[in-house]
């Protein structure tokens, strides 16, 4: 079954504390993203990455990182998460950038205390 | 600049006619899209529409775009109780040139028995 994947789909830390969401798609899709979504801001997004190692700034990146060592995987890294980062965040792929339709994860609802 | 504006809140009785509107910003924007997220779940696409059309029709779907007033409309024939979610649009600037996706910030859809 083609799918976008996110591990795990539910996290609660604590401020500073290191942590990584995975986003895996078996689609063979070269451009994969990731977005936050906050009551009433819709969905924005934070890194994106048109192929393996071509990874670039969304609008509201501060605070987090990104890797695209292989296809599938794309990685969101907080390094020294806060409480302002608290959010649903979603995984997003399609085969191309241009591409008609992009193909969004479960989501991963973070919680930073 | 980049803005996709929605109502926030629509409430509509069985079997009636649901109609979500969006308003957006980018003329340059190759699709227009309508997602559905269904409470704790991901984001489903429900229909597309490329930016050279006026009209599309999928089932009990409707998606009419108007590119003079920049307006987009999603109507729901027949809604069921079952259509409850939140709607988003969403724009696929050209101008952007990243795969960014720019959501409104959601209508709540709630169908009354």
């Known amino acids: 079954e083609a799918q976008v994947t996110q591990n795990p789909r539910y996290l609660i830390t604590v401020t500073g504390k290191k942590l990584t969401v995975t986003c895996s798609q078996n689609?063979?899709?070269?451009?994969m993203s990731w977005y936050r979504q906050d009551p009433g801001l819709g969905l924005r997004q934070i890194y994106y990455?048109?192929?393996?190692?071509?990874?670039d700034k969304g609008d509201v990146p501060e605070g987090y990182k990104v890797s695209r060592k292989e296809k599938r995987n794309f990685p969101l890294i907080l390094e020294s998460p806060s409480p302002n980062q608290t959010s649903l965040y979603f995984c997003?792929?399609?085969?191309?950038?241009?591409?008609?339709?992009?193909?969004f994860g479960p989501g991963t609802r973070l919680l930073v205390l | 600049g980049e803005d996709v504006e929605q109502s926030l809140f629509l409430s509509v009785r069985e079997g009636d006619s649901s109609v979500i509107n969006c308003t957006y910003t980018?003329?340059?924007?190759?699709?227009l899209y309508w997602y559905k997220q269904e409470p704790g779940a991901g984001l489903q696409l429900l229909t597309y529409?490329?930016?050279?059309?006026d009209m599309k029709q999928d089932q009990r779907l409707t998606v009419l775009l108007n590119k003079k007033d920049k307006h987009l409309s999603l109507r729901i024939a027949d809604t069921q109780t079952g259509d409850s979610a939140i709607y988003f649009c969403?724009?696929?600037?050209?101008?952007?040139?990243?795969?960014?996706?720019?959501f409104g910030q959601g209508t709540t859809l709630q169908v009354k028995p």
């Open positions: 997003a792929s399609s085969l191309l950038a241009e591409q008609e339709t992009q193909y």
């Open positions: 689609m063979n899709h070269e451009y």
């Open positions: 990455s048109m192929n393996v190692e071509v990874t």
């Open positions: 980018d003329s340059s924007s190759t699709y």
């Open positions: 529409i490329f930016s050279n059309m």
């Open positions: 969403a724009e696929s600037p050209f101008s952007s040139n990243t795969g960014k996706l720019i």
